[in-house]
């Protein structure tokens, strides 16, 4: 009985290390979205100079699944990430843009040297709605199916082996739930 | 602008350590503002490495201020504005875990060592304790002979 | 050709480790004295070949060898001197090498000093420590090789962040490591003591030392790095909670429930299991530190590398090595356990009830610390730790510690009563009682937390000095006061001198975290504000230059207590790092410190100034180098480090050592 008292370190200490172990696979600084199988949140978005008429709204989410990516003219990343957006245009996917925290005419700018790969454009400048999406930065992309509910959120730009991986087959299983 | 920075001072003084806060940011209502600086200081800043929304420079992190001022304005409490970013950024916004079945662990931690800890010392000095109350047995000659010896040549450090 | 020699003298202090590591134990087994006295030569050799390897790479970084790879990440043609040869720890490599280099030097202490040592328990020390040696070069050289050549050999460095190049940086991580590695000594004994099946007085008398010397560096280390802290960051704060930092406070937390524990131990024969079990503890502490910093399996301002291939090495490492001391404590600390009594009320139960304490402190942090990895790894939450946890535990816990702590030296040992203790403290209880009620009615209701915060450094202090008060026999007839004052041993003085340092720290933080007054607003030179009972004006706001950096700096004007004077803070921009560090101005008095910090605004041509008034923050500090240096009397006490002489007669029973 007063054995046990002395295996109580050893007993703690390897749960301990086990748990740090798996650890050790995790990456702390990837937060999962709050807004997965939720529906997106209610907003209503003017467009980018100069169709600011036409714009992006939470109501446009239905019917089929579709992307939201989230960009901004001082993003870096976003224009690595850019060419792919195209090629995923071209291909026939729907990728809608969310302008965050960015001047309207700077991205608009931004667009014109570079190509538009998206359906509806939000122009988000104070970041409120990016707010409402739990965005932590640019580029981020969401995936939402045609219930007009969140699935899925990638941080970062997208690559080729995150669409082939991860992407693609989220959009062609929601493809035909729907 | 005296009177506004005088009782800017006052409503610090109330609130703690001014950190990342500009002072265009800050809410004309001392009382709103305080609360406002109680609330930045118990949310993370999630694209930072360990630091509060409150001392963070970040451009989210002045973001989020600027909401938990906006909310305030609006009437929320404290409890409600906190729920409102935590659904949006989740749990890890919250520098203080909540508590919950999840925590329980966490949040037991120094009672789980105090208290059978302490338990279990006491056992072990009433035991000791008991033996120590009893006379110490004599030298014997032997050990005797060899305290004299240590004595005579001084040998204890 | 300098890397090449370090990397040479690596690769042979390697092998010497393991060496080290191997024939001694076996020796030790057979009882072959040739075995054991081998462990000593390579011992010796390896601390030579580890000398050499840093004094290479350190040479390096100050001739500016920009073809070794790391020089060329750190160093810089414009980096001044200091920060040159600093920066030989100022990355990961280096800083593991920096590591081994001290793990080395106190091998060969060990080999050294140790001679007067049981030739067997010598042995058995030096191969635990030549396995932990050969384990961190290992690390070293198979994933983080502080040597590798680059080519094409850059025409000049990126250079060190900015953040590092600062006389703190100098200091800070060598003192830490000689507290982290200082442990492994207590480790190496630990686990030497456990192989042998017993513990006797010399070993108590061995570890105190080496356990002392590691718990001063540690506390200067850590105090440094909350220095450091509040003067670089730029907004004041002395302590974040922040992981690394607490992969420090756990050693230190731990490392003082040692030192105590090894105390009883060596006067009492008592706690024999305990002090074991802390040994391997504290040690396994540091070794888990390091595994915090380097592995990313959190995030940290302080993380050094984000690289869980090397974290995995770490981890396996202190699986096996804290494992293996764990699993033989398991087996053999059962049977070694002492017959030395004492009573519920006497100075070993006090301490073993402020080891208990300490405990609890430190499973606190460590839970705090690590939660998050525990929780992702179970279900994928994502929950955060931050100060307003540690404020609710930590902070209530470390109350009671406190009270303690002044009860412990002024216990008897073995035996004593309630009231008799009591009576010996009635003096620091009524000055305590005091001052808690006059803190009461000066501070008001709202802040009688603070009145019992400053009353507890008062206990602290005043039972430290009523320690020296009996001990002069003040107040008692007949006493020969000067010559008891003159014969006072250090180690009394520094028991005395440590608690009140304690004591100092508690009441510098409880001021600090009461009092601080803050402000934030935007001027324009010539504006004139008032703060903190001052006149605060900005002077100019202009251009500066350093010698790898560009300013934007505010210069101020403070009148209106005592003689005016001037303050300066700036913004700093290193082109070659790109990066930015805000430079605060800070103005120490004797009661606070003023602190200023600008940043750019929104308003053309003016600034953003944040202006703090920080009350006895410098008591923080001071009140941990005035632990350090008590700690340093009691090392200095020629009674704790005489060595046993070595008897021909019947072995050292435990308990025989008097003093």
Redesign the interface.
Known sequence: MRRLGFIIPIALFLMVAAALGLGLRRDPSILPSMLIDRPIPVFDLPGLPPSEAEGLASSDFSGKPVLLNVFASWCVACVIEHPMLLRLQAQGVTIHGLDWKDEPAAGADWLAQRGNPYTLIGSDPRGRTGIDFGVTGAPETFVIDGHGRVRYRHVGPITPEVWSGTLQPMLDRLEQET | MRRLVLGLVCALLMAGPAAAVLPEEQLADPVLEARAREISQELRCVVCQNQSIDDSDAPLAADLRAIVRERLTAGDTNEEVMAYIVARYGNFVLLKPPLDLQTILLWSAPLLVLIPGGLGLALYLRRRGRASAAEPTPLTAEEQRTLADILKTGDAP | MSAEIGQLALILAFMLGLVQGVAPLVGAHRGDSVLMSLGRASALLQMAFVVLAFGALATAYVTMDFSVELVAKHSHSTQPLPYRFAATWGSHEGSMLLWVLILALHGGALAFFGRSLRETLQARVLAVQGLLSAAFIGFSLFTSNPFSRLSPIPLDGTELNPLLQDPGLVMHPPLLYLGYVGFSVAFAFAVAALIEGRVDAAWARWVRPWVLSAWISLTIGIALGSWWAYYELG???WW?W??VENASLMPWLMGTALLHSAMVLEKRGALI?WTI?LS??TF?LSM?GT?LVR???????H?FAVD?ER??YI?VF??IA??AA??L??WR??AMRTGA????LSRE?GI??NN??L???T??VF??T????????????????????YN??FV??FIPLLVLVAFGPILNW??DTVQAALVRLRWPIIITVAAAGIGALAFGLAKLGAALGIALGVWLVAASFMLLVRRWGLGRKGAETGRLIRTTPLAVWGVAIAHAGLGVSTIGITAITAW???????MVPGQT???AGRRITLDALGAATGPNYQAEQGRFRIEGQGRPFLMVSEKRFYPSSQSQTTEAGIHGEAMGNLYISV?E??TPGAA?V?L?WHPLVGWIWGGAMIMALGGALSLSDR?LR?A?PARKTAPAKTGE???
Do not use: Q
Not at chain 3, 516 to 522: D, G, L, N, R, Y
């Open positions: 907004w004041g704060g974040f922040d992981p299991s079990l391997v503890l396994s888990i595994f592995s990313g399996v959190l995030t940290s301002v993380a869980p974290g995995a981890l202190i699986l804290t494992g764990l699993a404590y398991a600390a059962p009594l004492f009573s519920p139960a073993t009830l208990l304490f405990l609890a402190a499973a606190t839970l705090g690590f939660y998050p990895v525990f929780i992702d790894v179970l279900n994928g939450d994502k929950i955060s730790v931050g100060p307003p946890y609710m535990t209530p816990l073995k035996r601080t007054a803050s402000e934030v607003v935007t504000i008032e703060f940043g605004s929104a953003t944040r703090w009674r005489l046993m050592a008097t003093a």
